[in-house]
């Protein structure tokens, strides 16, 4: 179990609030979830993440953090290490080239079966394959997204149709390596962005959606409805995502 956040806003649009003052922060549901933390933001086009291994809630530098993440697309993570040692490299959002990813779950099997462990890298590009340095099934999932959808696509440009099929094949995939003979489903809300697109999809976890198409539009996605803001949930198997930030695509991710 985790907790994870994404905003596509208008620069003005302050990430600070959500992160950490407002009822039901992400910083407040760090005390159920305190094995570490991630911002990340954009810089001249490039992802920059600050990462910290304490709970968020007793970590000024997660506040700071939070101050400082000035983009249009901004993605939090807090951590509930169900796989993996609480290490900088098992946190997230784990992040290549343009991208970040960020995600709330745990793969079936992923923990106790090898065989699963094998077969789910087997799955990733050789080449993305080389660089997995943690131990979460969380950042074989992103190299699983990375290969499928640079598949489809150059992963500078990629559109959002192509980002959500690419989750959808990432997803199908992992269920049907995981999932067979488990006793209970994986469960993969996954959140990704190359600071252009920003998109997820839900399965097993509860997942929040909030959309403000006005002057100062904000897309934000949460596990837990944050503030006191209109939110609405997004169904079990369902996918949002948007481009620009007003324009936003929902429905199944599948089909």
């Not at 001249?44 to 993440?49: E, I, L, N, W």
């Not at 959002?160 to 390596?177: G, P, Y």
């Not at 007003?246 to 991710?253: C, N, S």
Request: charged letters at 20%; hydrophobic letters at 40%; a positive charge.
């Amino acid at each position: 179990m985790c907790r994870l956040f994404g905003q596509h806003a208008h620069p003005g649009f302050d990430p600070c609030e959500p992160l950490c003052t407002a009822e039901r922060s992400l910083r407040f549901q760090s005390h159920a979830h305190p094995h570490g933390w991630g911002i990340g933001w954009w810089r001249d086009g490039a992802p920059h993440v600050e990462k910290g291994l304490l709970p968020a809630h007793s970590d000024d530098g997660f506040v700071a953090a939070a101050r400082g993440a000035r983009s249009t697309v901004v993605i939090a993570h807090v951590r509930d290490a169900s796989i993996g040692p609480i290490a900088p490299e098992n946190t997230h959002p784990f992040a290549h080239g343009r991208w970040l990813f960020a995600h709330n779950g745990t793969i079936s099997r992923f923990k106790r079966s090898g065989r699963v462990r094998a077969a789910i890298l087997a799955e990733v590009d050789p080449d993305l394959r080389l660089l997995v340095r943690g131990e979460t099934d969380s950042e074989r999932c992103f190299y699983l997204f990375l290969s499928r959808l640079r598949a489809r696509s150059p992963l500078d440009g990629a559109s959002l149709a192509q980002v959500r099929r690419a989750l959808a094949e990432t997803s199908a995939a992992v269920a049907a390596l995981a999932d067979g003979g488990a006793a209970k489903p994986s469960s993969m809300n996954f959140l990704v962005s190359d600071g252009r697109v920003l998109a997820c999809c839900r399965r097993g976890r509860s997942l929040h959606l909030s959309a403000d198409a006005g002057p100062r539009h904000a897309f934000v996605v949460a596990s837990e409805a944050i503030g006191r803001g209109a939110w609405e949930e997004v169904p079990e198997g369902g996918f949002a995502g948007t481009e620009d930030g007003v324009r936003v695509a929902r429905g199944p991710l599948l089909g």
